[in-house]
């Protein structure tokens, strides 16, 4: 059964913290991908990766960075957190190959930056 | 930027009712997927639809896709209270990133 692991369900930091959240994935998929979901504005892109060492912007990577050095494990990185990334954030994952790119997706984690 | 937008934002039926959400979109696309969020969980893929397809089932779904209109439809048929959840759109027409729409929240009534 395909899998996406979150590192955390809920997180609690402060103001200016660096954050670290993992996500990891079984199924030896070339794509990841890291999302915020806010009430109102849906799903939005943050950083995606294509393969190894490979990380582009998506909509809104202002105040992110990412990592990936293998290809399970995809890193979101709030460098200096503030209270506006109050958010869910969500990981997922897809083959690259042919026209079928359904995404796996992680089960959140709710980060509260207080 | 939001390509797909999910019509109606809520939508609240009996059970046994069927629950029709659409979803409308800008730009060409290779294929339309549904997905559905159990709240406060992540997404689970339900359907896909290509570009050259006009309708597929998959169980009680049903997703309809009209590109010349640039819309989709997703029909539930005898909904039951573990359908409650929102059902989110995305098209795929930025290689292999998806654009979600902000989703229909329904909820089935017993």
């Known amino acids: 059964d395909v899998k996406v692991t979150q590192s955390s369900r809920y997180l609690v930091k402060r103001t200016g913290e660096k954050v670290f959240l993992e996500c990891v994935q079984d199924?030896?998929?070339?794509?990841m991908f890291w999302y915020r979901q806010d009430p109102g504005l849906g799903l939005r892109l943050i950083y995606f990766?294509?393969?190894?060492?490979?990380?582009e912007k998506g909509d809104i990577p202002e105040g992110y960075s990412v990592s990936r050095e293998k290809k399970e494990r995809f890193s979101l990185i709030l460098e200096s957190a503030s209270t506006n990334q109050t958010s869910m954030y969500l990981c997922?994952?897809?083959?690259?190959?042919?026209?079928?790119?359904?995404?796996?997706f992680g089960p959140g984690t709710r980060l509260t930056v207080l | 930027s939001q390509q797909g937008e999910e019509d109606p934002q809520a939508l609240s039926i009996q059970e046994g009712e069927n629950a029709t959400m659409n979803c409308s979109y800008k730009?060409?696309?290779?294929?339309l997927q549904w997905y559905r969020q159990n709240s406060g969980r992540g997404l689970v893929h339900l359907i896909l639809i290509r570009s050259n397809e006009r309708e597929k089932h998959s169980g009680r779904l049903r997703v309809t896709l009209d590109t010349s209109k640039k819309s989709s439809s997703l029909l539930i048929t005898a909904s039951r209270a573990a359908d409650t959840a929102s059902y989110f759109c995305?098209?795929?027409?930025?290689?292999?990133?998806?654009?979600f729409g902000q989703g229909t929240r329904l909820t089935i009534n017993p």
């Open positions: 730009t060409s696309i290779n294929n």
């Open positions: 199924m030896d998929h070339e794509n």
């Open positions: 990766s294509y393969d190894v060492k490979m990380k």
């Open positions: 995305a098209t795929d027409s930025r290689a292999q990133k998806l654009v």
């Open positions: 997922a994952s897809s083959l690259s190959t042919g026209g079928n790119n359904e995404q796996f």
